[in-house]
């Protein structure tokens, strides 16, 4: 594996064909002082009291009531952001499908268009989902064998106390929750990197093998038991790229920010000081927006010219860019 010629290539790509940018950005949609306080509010009288920072308040709270018709704006406001968040949820399956789809075009054919790689993931929808559904599964099951043991350790440590009365039966259920959740957690991060990994092949067989979804999972865990090692250099590429990028992007924001949280000690909040940071997020936001496209693009790239290589899907070389 030529790595460095998978990555320039990937690169290459992702600058040349900036329409996959917005595929990039659909696809990484589907990814996201006082003092101490006490209030005891009585029903009776609708008086409240409590302690802050040492001293006592309390008064008498408003008689009010919400009206229904701010209950069904309420529930109609969850209801658009449910939709919202399906439809989300869908361009981004689809949009994951056209990038593959587009750097395959771009391979073969020497060019893409957006609405040419969108088709295909449009096409590949319900496939693309299947895997996803299988993908989710391992972590499905593991959830509920974890919720019926805490069910049974604490029920079974409660009904202990409550027959010996020793609380102490209930801290050792507790307790070896606790012991186990450190386990469960890292075998959790080690089993969602290999499915993760997994899903990332299968979704490239399904778009360039045209597999279904039950095959192109088969198909993503024999290219990764068979390219183990590429897989892992590339893992271990990802992450150095990430951190320099991290390290960057930190540096950038502090020095924007220095100026701001210097002033804000000296300066009462106003106008002059909300809106320049008001455009500052708005900025900060579009900014961010356009380099996760741009990342999302270079490593579904990445990962489609290596699946290409690993299969021995590469064709005689398109046309230069």
Same mark, same amino acid.
């Given at each position: 594996?030529?790595?460095?010629?998978?990555?320039?290539? *990937?690169?290459?790509?992702?600058?040349?064909?900036?329409?996959?940018? %917005?595929?990039?950005?659909?696809?990484?949609?589907?990814?996201?002082?006082?003092?101490?306080?006490?209030?005891?509010?009585?029903?009776?009288?609708?008086?409240?009291?409590?302690?802050? #920072?040492?001293?006592?308040?309390?008064?008498?709270?408003?008689?009010?009531?919400? @009206?229904?018709?701010?209950?069904?704006?309420?529930?109609?406001?969850?209801?658009?952001?449910?939709?919202?968040?399906?439809?989300?949820?869908?361009?981004?399956?689809?949009?994951?499908? #056209?990038?593959?789809?587009?750097?395959?075009?771009?391979?073969?054919?020497?060019?893409?268009?957006?609405?040419?790689?969108?088709?295909?993931?449009?096409?590949?929808?319900?496939?693309?989902?299947?895997?996803?559904?299988?993908?989710?599964?391992?972590? =499905?099951?593991?959830?509920?064998?974890?919720?019926?043991?805490?069910?049974?350790?604490?029920?079974? &440590?409660? #009904?202990?106390?409550?027959? /010996?009365?020793? @609380?102490?039966?209930?801290?050792? *259920?507790?307790?070896?929750?606790?012991?186990?959740?450190?386990? %469960?957690?890292? #075998?959790?991060?080690?089993?969602?990197?290999?499915?993760?990994?997994?899903?990332?092949?299968?979704?490239?067989?399904?778009?360039?093998?045209?597999?279904?979804?039950?095959?192109?999972?088969?198909?993503?865990?024999?290219?990764?038991?068979?390219?183990?090692?590429p897989t892992v250099v590339f893992w271990l590429i990802f992450?150095?790229?990430?951190?320099?990028?991290?390290?960057?992007?930190?540096?950038?924001?502090?020095? =924007?920010?220095? @100026?701001?949280?210097? %002033?804000?000690?000296?300066?009462?909040?106003?106008?002059?000081?909300?809106?320049?940071?008001?455009?500052?997020?708005? =900025?900060?936001?579009?900014?961010?927006? =356009?380099? &996760?496209?741009?990342?999302? /693009?270079?490593?579904?790239?990445?990962?489609?010219? *290596?699946?290409?290589?690993?299969?021995?899907?590469?064709?005689?070389?398109?046309?230069?860019?």
């Amino acid at each position: 594996m030529d790595y460095g010629n998978v990555l320039s290539r *990937a690169w290459e790509i992702t600058w040349r064909w900036k329409i996959l940018w %917005l595929l990039g950005f659909l696809a990484a949609l589907g990814r996201g002082g006082g003092g101490r306080m006490e209030i005891n509010i009585s029903t009776s009288g609708g008086e409240w009291s409590g302690e802050w #920072g040492g001293g006592q308040i309390g008064g008498q709270l408003p008689g009010f009531q919400i @009206p229904s018709e701010v209950w069904a704006g309420l529930a109609a406001l969850a209801c658009l952001g449910m939709i919202i968040g399906l439809i989300i949820w869908v361009v981004s399956i689809i949009a994951r499908g #056209g990038l593959i789809a587009g750097v395959q075009q771009v391979e073969d054919e020497g060019t893409t268009t957006f609405g040419q790689a969108w088709s295909v993931g449009v096409s590949r929808f319900w496939t693309l989902f299947g895997i996803g559904f299988l993908s989710a599964i391992p972590f =499905l099951l593991l959830g509920l064998a974890a919720a019926i043991y805490i069910a049974l350790t604490w029920t079974s &440590g409660i #009904g202990l106390a409550l027959q /010996t009365g020793d @609380p102490t039966a209930l801290f050792s *259920a507790i307790g070896s929750t606790f012991c186990c959740f450190f386990p %469960l957690c890292c #075998g959790m991060i080690f089993l969602g990197a290999v499915v993760g990994q997994i899903r990332v092949y299968a979704e490239r067989a399904a778009v360039l093998e045209g597999l279904g979804w039950i095959d192109a999972f088969k198909r993503g865990w024999q290219v990764l038991r068979e390219n183990l090692g590429p897989t892992v250099v590339f893992w271990l590429i990802f992450i150095v790229v990430g951190f320099v990028l991290a390290l960057i992007v930190g540096a950038v924001v502090g020095v =924007l920010i220095a @100026p701001v949280i210097a %002033l804000v000690p000296r300066t009462e909040p106003n106008a002059w000081l909300f809106v320049p940071t008001f455009c500052g997020g708005i =900025l900060a936001v579009i900014v961010f927006a =356009l380099l &996760g496209a741009v990342i999302e /693009t270079f490593v579904s790239a990445t990962w489609t010219l *290596a699946y290409r290589r690993m299969t021995g899907q590469t064709l005689p070389a398109a046309p230069r860019l």
